[in-house]
């Protein structure tokens, strides 16, 4: 019984957040173009103890945004 409670939490866990490599993953970018995102306050991290996650909704978002954003502040990079 035990077992499954958590199996459901970790479910949810995994649902809302993401760590920072995956983040990294879902956005394409670099560690240094993610990590200064998080520094301006673009994405933010949550902390608990040692743990740092994302928003997964605020990621996915920010993916969706992307294209607009590097053709308005990179216009001159194709891709």
Do not use: W
């Not at 933010?44 to 993916?63: M, P, T, W």
Request: with cysteine; glycine share 6%.
């Amino acid at each position: 019984m035990a077992i499954q409670k958590y199996e459901k939490q970790l479910k949810v866990l995994n649902d809302l957040f993401l760590s920072t490599q995956e983040a990294i993953d879902q956005l394409g970018v670099s560690k240094q173009c993610f990590h200064s995102l998080v520094a301006r306050g673009k994405i933010q991290k949550i902390r608990k103890g040692s743990a740092v996650l994302y928003y997964a909704d605020e990621i996915n978002e920010r993916k969706h945004q992307q294209p607009s954003l590097r053709q308005k502040y990179r216009p001159f990079q194709e891709g």
